[in-house]
T-cell receptor
Framework: NAGVTQTPKFQVLKTGQSMTLQCAQD?????MYWYRQDPGMGLRLIYY???????DKGEVPNGYNVSRLNKREFSLRLESAAPSQTSVYFC???????????FGPGTRLTVL | AQKITQTQPGMFVQEKEAVTLDCTYD???????LFWYKQPSSGEMIFLIY??????QNATEGRYSLNFQKARKSANLVISASQLGDSAMYFC????????????????FGTGTRLLVSP
């Protein structure tokens, strides 16, 4: 099992460009999440999907959109990137809302 | 207000010694869960241990144990017999109460403690 995979691992964007971060899990998990990690701030939840077909906003959703494509895949889109979105992005999944979350390797995004 | 507080930005320990990483939390919910994650320099987040608010015994997983003191709202991670590979950032997280009316419980993370194990 690959667990949670994310692509790309690194990305540099110019202000105003758009991009989609891809995430997939092969653990048959129902819930999936997107976090961003900034120095000194721990991880903050951007969006989550409690189950296939549902998505909801987390703590810091502004500037992002998500799509739960199917049970395995959960993508995060930046429509118009801003320097404030420079961060490390983690995708995670869990069997359900009560269980521990398993994380992908992260995407390091720089917006110039 | 901070939901999860980790007051130690950095900790040092010698190999083979035990170390305690502090975590205090703030919640008014009766049902909640506490998690510890490890983040090595390679960047991935690794789940270590879980404690439910109704669990009567402290959780243990190999060299990791969780010193859960409910009345004090603390959930400290104890690593016994430290190894060089334990050098990493450690995050405490809490599964908070229902978000809006969905009944979904999100994780809230602390800011982390960097542990350095020396030979």
């Amino acid at each position: 099992n690959a667990g949670v995979t994310q692509t790309p691992k690194f990305q540099v964007l110019k202000t105003g460009q758009s991009m989609t971060l891809q995430c997939a899990q092969d653990m048959n998990h129902n819930s999936m999440y997107w976090y961003r990690q900034d120095p000194g701030m721990g991880l903050r939840l951007i969006y989550y999907s409690a189950s296939e077909g549902t998505t909801d906003k987390g703590e810091v959703p502004n500037g992002y959109n998500v799509s739960r494509l199917n049970k395995r895949e959960f993508s995060l889109r930046l429509e118009s990137a801003a320097p404030s979105q420079t961060s490390v992005y983690f995708c995670a999944s869990s069997f359900d809302r009560y269980n521990e979350q398993f994380f992908g390797p992260g995407t390091r995004l720089t917006v110039l | 207000a901070q939901k999860i507080t980790q007051t130690q930005p950095g900790m040092f320990v010698q190999e083979k010694e035990a170390v305690t990483l502090d975590c205090t939390y703030d919640t008014s919910d009766q049902s909640y869960g506490l998690f510890w994650y490890k983040q090595p320099s390679s960047g991935e987040m690794i789940f270590l241990i879980y404690q439910g608010s109704y669990d009567e015994q402290n959780a243990t997983e190999g060299r990791y144990s969780l010193n859960f003191q409910k009345a004090r709202k603390s959930a400290n991670l104890v690593i016994s017999a430290s190894q060089l590979g334990d050098s990493a950032m450690y995050f405490c997280a809490m599964r908070e109460g229902p978000l809006m009316n969905t009944g979904f419980q999100k994780l809230v993370f602390g800011t982390g403690t960097r542990l350095l194990v020396s030979p």
